[in-house]
């Protein structure tokens, strides 16, 4: 499903942001997502347009709120135009979105962010979903729900190189 996006919109910007782990380069300008229980192509097709691999409902009841388009990233950025510190940090974060994540996921991740670099925290979130979430497709899993998690003997979460994290999750 095509969509024109007119505003900030750069999903390389987007994915390599840090605000979440699970956003990844499938192919040259093709990116995964895995949020909300459901998978996400989205492949920027330039000039505005992007493709999304979702029914037009799944966009507007996941991923026009995900993407947070509601809000005109341009504008506000135009309202820092007068203070010379935050024009510059306007001018640094052009096409990025705030992503609008599910609190389940982001609480985790950020608690398994503590002490370890990028790859290692997207592989313990990978880890972790195939260990306890939902398959999606072939290894692909969904983030796992705090009863999944609970469910999991101590044992085989413990493979999934969340350390002393462990226990602060459960």
């Given amino acids: 499903m ?7 919109f750069d999903l390389n910007v987007i994915a390599n942001s840090g605000q979440c782990f699970r956003f990844i380069e499938a192919e040259k300008d093709t990116y995964r997502i895995i949020a909300f229980g459901k998978v996400l192509y ?3 097709l330039g000039n505005g347009k992007v ?7 799944e966009f507007k009841e996941i991923w026009y709120d995900y993407f947070d388009l509601k809000t005109n990233y341009a504008k506000i950025r135009k309202m820092a135009e007068d203070n010379v510190f935050l024009k510059d940090c306007a001018d640094r974060s052009v096409g990025m979105r ?9 609480t985790v991740s950020f608690i398994i962010s503590q002490r ?3 790859p290692a925290i997207k592989t313990s979130i990978e880890r972790l979903s195939k260990a306890c979430g939902d398959k999606l497709g072939e290894n692909l899993y969904a983030f796992p729900t705090p009863e999944q998690i609970l469910s999991v003997p101590t044992e085989k979460l413990a493979e999934c190189g969340l350390g002393y994290r462990l226990d602060y999750i459960k």
Wanted: charged residues 45%; proline residues 0%; glycine residues 0%.
């Fill in 42 to 44: 989205i492949k920027d």
């Fill in 98 to 106: 705030i992503l609008n994540q599910d609190k389940w996921e982001m």
């Fill in 2 to 8: 095509e969509k024109i996006i007119k505003d900030d």
């Fill in 116 to 118: 370890k670099s990028i």
């Fill in 51 to 57: 493709d999304f691999s979702c029914s037009e409902q």
